[in-house]
């Protein structure tokens, strides 16, 4: 019986073993897309306890917590931090064959070298002795970021966001980069006339000037795209439940501005366009700067009113959503390369049963001028474990190159996420070595190691340019 957790986690094999101890291991981490809080990291901020670094914000703890019967006063309400932390070691138990156990735990011992298993009984000590180190100088946001020899961090930021904070940083030469990422999904959300003209107000007060015409608008918008750019901005996202790609015509989008402005509603049909000329729009933007563009689609967010109107968005009540996507997506790629303004494209899909769909859909467009231009990102959200990561690998492998992949990004809200690439090349290197042992490709060490650096690491930096 294997030992929970040692250093052949997740490696079946010698040759599995070999590929992630001689290969992937040392390679640094670009962590191109995630939604870590850059005031903390311009601050250098200290936590004061296990709970602030490891609760606050991650609803997929709080969906566990209440799973297993916690009130919701533990994981988003007013309860203090020590037993907050209560209740969710006496739920790790109950976590088996979830992911969290294994990220629990690697975390545990990456960050704190701690190898205890998390539960009620060795909840106390585990607390007492990380918030302990918590409190020095080698645990603050900085230190910890350093430690898990991370080169890149990506934000996600609003158009209206200052970005003060990724001035400082920058200013004050932290030896890892932190760069904003371009997220307009509040600037083209027209489904609601009330909170459209609350975003357009306060866009006005940012660059200091009335909006009356649609391009007057697209005038705003444009200059906070050129200001992230000043920022050292190379990369856009938006987070979509399917892309938008119907016909429209200016007189159209004019018309449905001025709807909007006027305070009233659109109809179905005018939001999808409206929609569909900002994202095709943004994407123009894009190209012209030479960004990388993103898109996350799939999530159905939001399905508990009740505990929406309580806790607010982001909180742990969202689920993968069942949306055509093919013909959509293809309109909209399309659209943008025959006119030769496709620039470079990264595709999340949260529903597994697209996965073949995304990666046949990505061979379509990569047209030689960049390896991998049109990519199939990797799983992400309830995606982003062991069976989730296998199935978009073997979907890529089978439909495209898993060789020229961008490979694992941490998607999250906690400092303490990093682990998630580790568990990641693990299962990427099982994979390659078990292959290699049942005789599927040759015992060629040496070019499947590069492969396997090369997924780890190398890939993300020639394709976004970044210099590390």
């Known amino acids: 019986m294997k030992k929970f957790l040692d250093e052949n986690f997740l490696l079946q094999n010698k040759t599995a073993q070999t590929l992630y101890h001689e290969y ?25 306890n296990l709970t602030q670094v490891w609760l606050y914000g991650d609803h997929y703890k709080w969906r566990a917590m209440r799973t297993n019967g916690v009130d919701e006063s533990y994981c988003t309400g007013n309860k203090p931090d020590a037993e907050k932390f209560m209740k969710w070691a006496e739920t790790v138990p109950y976590t088996l064959r979830n992911p969290l156990y294994h990220w629990t735990h690697l975390e545990l011992q ?17 607390y007492e002795e990380c918030s302990a180190k918590l409190q020095t100088s080698e645990y603050s946001v900085r230190s910890m970021v350093s430690k898990m020899n991370v080169k890149v961090i990506c934000t996600t930021d609003d158009p209206l966001d200052s970005l003060e904070h990724h001035r400082k940083i920058s200013e004050d030469h932290f030896g890892v980069k932190v760069f904003p990422a371009f997220r307009p999904d509040k600037a083209m959300n027209a489904d609601s006339a009330i909170s459209f003209n609350e975003y ?32 050292n901005c190379t990369v856009s996202d938006h987070g979509l439940e399917q892309v938008y790609a119907e016909d429209y015509t200016d007189a159209e989008i004019t018309a449905s501005f001025n709807t909007l402005r006027a305070g009233k509603e659109l109809t179905k049909e005018e939001n999808l366009k409206f929609k569909s000329a900002m994202l095709h729009i943004f994407a123009i933007w894009d190209w012209e700067k030479g960004w990388v563009q993103q898109f996350h689609i799939g999530a159905l967010r939001n399905n508990n009113s009740r505990m929406l109107k ?47 769909l995304i990666a046949t859909m990505i061979g379509n467009f990569n047209d030689g001028t960049f390896p991998g231009k049109v990519q199939f990102g ?8 062991k069976d989730g990561m296998v199935k978009q690998l073997n979907a890529l492998s089978n439909m495209g190159l898993l060789s020229r992949f961008v490979g694992m990004l941490t998607d999250s809200r906690s400092f303490l996420s990093y682990p998630r690439h580790e568990y990641f090349r693990r299962i990427l290197c099982n994979l390659f070595g078990t292959e290699v042992e049942h005789g599927e490709m040759p015992a060629d060490i040496h070019w499947i190691g590069k492969v396997i650096e090369d997924i780890s690491f190398n890939n993300a930096r020639q394709y976004f340019n970044w210099k590390v």
């Open 378 to 385: 990797s799983g992400w959200w309830f995606l982003d474990q």
């Open 24 to 48: 992937a291991k040392k390679m640094p981490i670009i962590d191109y897309h995630c939604h870590l809080p850059p005031d903390q990291i311009a601050n250098d901020h200290q936590f004061d």
């Open 110 to 126: 990456r960050y704190f070298d701690v190898h205890e298993i998390l539960d009620n009984h060795s909840a106390q000590k585990i």
């Open 310 to 356: 309580q806790s607010g968005p982001d909180t742990g009540w969202d689920s993968i959503g069942d949306f055509s996507q093919g013909p959509m997506l293809s309109r909209f790629l399309d659209r943008l390369d025959r006119n030769n303004q496709l620039t470079k494209t990264i595709i999340y899909n949260l529903n597994p049963g697209d996965n073949e």
């Open 200 to 231: 357009v107000g306060k866009l006005e007060k940012l660059v200091d000037s009335d909006i009356g015409t649609y391009g007057e608008y697209l005038d705003a918008l444009k200059s906070r795209h050129d200001y992230f750019a000043t920022l």
